[in-house]
C-alpha cells in the first residue's frame, strides 16, 4: 500500500500563483501543502537477478492537488536529476490543470461553457475533448463529459438548501443539453451546438495529466518511477528493490483499509467511487451521474481499470462505476490490455478474466 513520504530534504512549491481543482466537480481551486522532497540511498540493486554495483535513489514528493493527496516515487541513479525531474513534473501539472479549471473565468474550459465556443483551442484541451468524444463512443454514450448542466441542477438545489431533488421535468428538460455527439471541433475550434450546454472534463483530465507528467520524467531518464493522484496512478518501470509497483485498492466504506491488491507493470489503473462525496444529505446523488438518466449510480461503490494510459483508465473506471457491473466487465473483458474490479455497495467483488489479486 502507497504511503506518505516522510520530509528530511527540503521543501518548495512549483504551484505558488497557479490553482489547481478539486475531485468533486474535478476542477476546483484547492489548498495546497508545501511539497516535500525525501530521498533514500538503496545500494546494491537486484533486478530480477541482475545486481547493478551503484547507489540507487528513491526520491518521494506529496503535495495536495486537484482535491486529493498526489504522490511521486522517482528512483534514479542522480539525486539531483530525480528532484529536478519531480519539481518540473508538478510544475506541469499545475499548468495543464490551469487550462483545465472551469472555476477559473479566464480558463479556456470557463470559456467554453460560458461562450458556447472556444476559437484557437491549445492542443492539450484538443486532445482531452477528442479523446473524450472518443470514449464516449466506445461507452455508447456512457462517458460523457456534457453531463455539466444535470451536475449544476442538483448543486443548485441543494446549495439552496431545499428539501426536494428536481423534479422529473427538470431533469429531463436539463438532459437536452446532454450529448456528447453535439460538440464540434474543427481545426483548433470547439463549439457546443445548443445554448446552455457544458462540460465537465471530471473523469478524464486527471488521467491525462498524470500521463503528461509521466512523460517529462521519462524524457529525462527516470524511467523507474510511481504517481499516485488519488486514484489515478501511473507506474513506470520497478521500484527499487527491483520489485514491481504495489497498488492496493482501496475499501470504499473503510477507507483505512483495502479490498484487494495487485502489481503494476508499466501501466495506469484508474479509481472511480462514491466515497461519501455526495452533495444531497440522502447520500443518493454525488459526482458521477448516469448521462442518459440524470441520476448518481447506486449499485456500484466503486470500480478499478487497468489499462495503458491513466486517461483511458480514468475515463473507463468511470464509465464502470455508472454501468450494471455484470455489462461493465464483458464490456472490458472485449478489450485487450483492459482490466477491471467493480465493488459493489455491499461489497461485492468482480474481476475481469486477466484482473490479478496478489499477497502484501
Partial sequence: MIGKAKSHIKKMNPFKNNPLFDRRSFIRICGLTGLSLASKVITPRNTGGVEFNKKVFRVTGTVLAMGTTVSMTLVSSSRDKAEAAMKT??????????????????????????????????????????????????????????????????????????????????????????????????????????????????????????????????????????????????ARGIREDGKPWIIAIQDPVKKDSHLDVIHLYDAAVGTSGNYENYLDRDKMFHHIVNPKTGLSPVLNASASVIAPTGMEADALATSLLVMNAIDGIRFIDSLPEREALVISRTNRMQRSAGWKSVSL
Fill in 89 to 234: 513534473g508538478y510544475q506541469e501539472m499545475s499548468r495543464l490543470s490551469g487550462l483545465m479549471n472551469g472555476f477559473d473565468d479566464g480558463s479556456p474550459v470557463a470559456i467554453l461553457n460560458k461562450q458556447g465556443v472556444l476559437k484557437q483551442a491549445s492542443p492539450e484541451i484538443i486532445e482531452v475533448i477528442t479523446s473524450a468524444l472518443k470514449y464516449y463512443r466506445l461507452t455508447g454514450g456512457v462517458f460523457d463529459i456534457t453531463i455539466k448542466p444535470v451536475i449544476d441542477l442538483f448543486g443548485q438545489k441543494f446549495s439552496r438548501g431545499e428539501n426536494r431533488y428536481p423534479s422529473q421535468e427538470e431533469i429531463e428538460e436539463v438532459l437536452e443539453l446532454v450529448g456528447s455527439d453535439m460538440i464540434q471541433i474543427q481545426g483548433r475550434d470547439i463549439t457546443l451546438e445548443k445554448p446552455g450546454m457544458g462540460i465537465t472534463l471530471d473523469g478524464i483530465a486527471k488521467g491525462y495529466i498524470v500521463d503528461c507528467v509521466s512523460k517529462i520524467f521519462l524524457e529525462r531518464e527516470i524511467e523507474d518511477h510511481l504517481i499516485n493522484a488519488g486514484g489515478d496512478i501511473k
